[in-house]
């Protein structure tokens, strides 16, 4: 797992490094230049324009060094630093003074020293990065506004400068450069991972600049990305003899009138998670649907023509799932109470299962312990009663949530979080744009129903479901592009998805 930390830990590991690898801290910001510029040379042409602007600290030094390097490439390079009162740090001082040796640098240090920005140019932006301590005003605003205003590609130097690496709540919107990517030193960075970017960062990009693995390794935090190779030990091998009841019995409560799409999407999706037996409960008008789209699935009939009304005995054999399709009717708050009184193990809890708990408190104590639930941001607020003001609060009440109900939360977006009931936090990476289509949300449902019938911890069954759900949509996209992908073409994908991870 890459672990996510704050600017202090953040501060703290550089330290250790040049510490520990015997470097000086103008070596570090040099590998880190590098490693940018390495990037940045795979893409820019090098007859375009390209403008760099570069603040007066550690992050503005960064940006000097690649514009240094760049010109070694011979790219065409124009350079201002913002500079209103002269201030620099020691190592952007260095780099200041190589590259004036090379190439006119000017000094932004009012108003009227902005240069007028032209269409169809680059600007490199590394005004600030994780070193900003309060919202931009006078100058530097109006060199951020300019920039924003331009509509040129900018690629900023470990965060679009004006944006802070947590909380954004106090900030001025107007005051954060539109980055087209961000390429971000050694760790994502917190505020990048949450839908308060989604104007800022177009596209993360995490590039290593080879920090202390000790230190990093000894810091501790809540927060994780999910790479690969986190999902790749998860799935659990088959036995050679293995064989239905090895994997176990999934039953998905899902579907009402005009909504039986959802369940049909969630049964396909739990059975290409290698469930071994899937049992779907629906109103009586969805059996012959279920019947007819998923022959392997059997179906229980509710005594409800439009609804679910009542789920039978025996119930503990199954992993259940609930909430796909099902609608709020008075008739299916009784099915969710009910259930909830009866059934005491993890369940996964989705849709309008979870606008149901929405508006009654005393549902929400019934929630089995370890129960996963997949709101989206929307579904999320409802359950919270109030909208959060951003990502970032709906995170930490998610984390207070989790922890109050003994639950997991699967708080779904571009980069899911899968809150703990220990307030830990993990990112998955994988996912896009094409996956934002009714229906996605029932396949996620119906995936993580089926690792918990098979045995699968919460956690991991949350962890590599909504990883493995991404990447089937990730493979969906590259064979039928994000506009024409469907989640039944996620479905289908899904054994795709588990090969990639071997
Ligand atoms: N993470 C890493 O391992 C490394 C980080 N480096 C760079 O160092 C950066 C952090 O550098 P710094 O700590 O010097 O900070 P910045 O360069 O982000 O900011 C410079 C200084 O500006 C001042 N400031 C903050 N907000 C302001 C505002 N709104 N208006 C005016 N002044 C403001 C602060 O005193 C701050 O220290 C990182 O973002 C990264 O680019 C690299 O040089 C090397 C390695
Ligand atoms: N931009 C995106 N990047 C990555 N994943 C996305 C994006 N938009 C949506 N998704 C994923 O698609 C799913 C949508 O779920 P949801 O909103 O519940 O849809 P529905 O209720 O219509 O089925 C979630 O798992 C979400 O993480
Ligand atoms: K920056």
Redesign the pocket.
Known sequence: MVKIFNVSQIKKIDGCTVINQGITSIDLMERASLAVAEKLIRFLDPDQCILVFAGTGNNGGDALAIARILLSRHFKLYVYIVAPDELFSDDCLVNKECLERLTDVKLIKENQDIPHIPEDCIVIDGLFGSGLNRPLEGVYLDVVTVINASHNKVYSVDMPSGMFVEDNASNNPEGIIKAEKVFTFQFPKLSLLLPDSANYCKKMTVVNIGLCEKCIKEEETDLFFIEKSDATQLPIPRDNFSHKGTFGKALLIAGSYGKMG?AVLSARACLRTGVGLLTMHVPRCGVDILQTAVPEAMVQADEFPENVSSVGDNIDQFAIGIGPGIGTDDKTKDLLSDLFDKYRKPMVI??DALNIIAGDESLKEKIPSKSII?P?PVEFDRLMGGVSINGYERLQKAGEFANRYDIYIVL???Y?AIITPERKVYFNST???G??????????TGMITSLLAQKYLPLNAAILG?YL??LA?DLAAKSKSQQGML?SDMIEYIGKAYRALK
Do not use: F, Q, R, Y
Not at 436 to 442: F, L, R, V
């Open positions: 959802a989705d849709a997949t989206h779904k977006g571009a899911s996912g896009n744009p996956m934002a289509t009714g229906g996605s949300g029932d396949v996620l909504v759900h991404g949509g989640p």
